[in-house]
């Protein structure tokens, strides 16, 4: 189904099933398969593959040679993948991979809005990412992995499957990530290991400086008093009211793999 003011280049190839909306650009030798939906505005560049089951929202670009919507790495999907849904306004930059989701979960991978994924970044399957989310070049997200809103993560990131990046953290360039990263934090290194709190990710959302200070403290129980995890819940939800403080509750209560610890050998920036 096509709109009056589609723009397809000549050599591209879309499937008769495709849903396009108004005002969308397809690319020299771009194809889009079955059961595609791509909203208003969006624009693809050329060698763009969308594949079978994807659906974007408004006003995306993706350019040359990315494959949105690509068959699972995983030998235990035997049908192609099931479904990938992106929302409005992501920039998907050259040869990002994102597979769809499989029978593992609910055969869904889902990317939200205004995400910025950078030059060769893959997304695995059956990944859950929040909004304006950047991702910088060559990272690599295994499957089931969710990523909240407004996390940054380094160059030539690998995060392992199944592992959860909290709100407003930030993962340093070349790190391994094998654990859950609670939100607010800094990680960095081979392991992940928590380096500090996200001081200037917070001041740049408008945070509060008393929810900054109950972040710090949240810290100070999580990384530095040796407690239990079970021990350092106790301890956070005896400080005041916030929703800085619920939102990190929330997350360390549905923690799969365990959360990152803080090097004993690293000194954290004096980023007050």
């Not at 959302?205 to 008393?210: L, M």
Request: proline share 3%.
């Amino acid at each position: 189904m096509f709109s009056s003011t589609l723009t397809i280049h000549a050599t591209a190839i879309i499937h008769p099933t495709a849903v396009i909306g108004e005002n969308v650009t397809i690319g020299p030798f771009s194809i889009v398969e079955e059961g595609v939906k791509i909203g208003d505005g969006c624009k693809v560049g050329s060698h763009v593959l969308i594949g079978s089951h994807t659906q974007l929202g408004k006003n995306n670009q993706i350019f040359q040679g990315a494959i949105v919507g690509a068959v699972p790495q995983d030998k235990s999907c035997k049908n192609g993948g099931d479904r990938l849904i992106i929302g409005d306004n992501n920039t998907i930059r050259e040869y990002v991979t994102i597979s769809k989701g499989t029978h593992k979960s609910d055969g869904v991978t889902r990317v939200g809005d205004g995400n910025l994924l950078m030059n060769y970044v893959h997304i695995g399957h059956d990944a859950i990412l929040g909004n304006h989310i950047v991702i910088a070049n060559s990272a690599q997200l295994a499957g089931h992995v969710e990523i909240e809103d407004y996390v940054f993560i380094g160059g030539q990131v690998c995060i392992l499957q199944f592992c959860k990046i909290g709100k407003l953290s930030m993962i340093g360039g070349m790190s391994g990530v094998s654990q859950d990263i609670v939100p607010y934090s800094l990680a960095n290194g081979e392991r992940g290991d928590i380096c500090g709190v996200n001081i200037l990710g917070l001041r740049k959302e408008g945070i509060s400086r008393d929810e900054v200070k109950i972040i710090k403290e949240i810290h100070s129980i999580l990384f530095r008093q040796k407690l239990s995890l079970a021990k350092s819940i106790e301890a956070i939800n005896a400080l005041p009211p916030s929703e800085c403080k619920h939102h990190t509750l929330q997350f360390l209560n549905k923690s799969t793999q365990g959360i990152a610890r803080m090097n004993d050998k690293f000194t954290p920036p004096n980023n007050n």
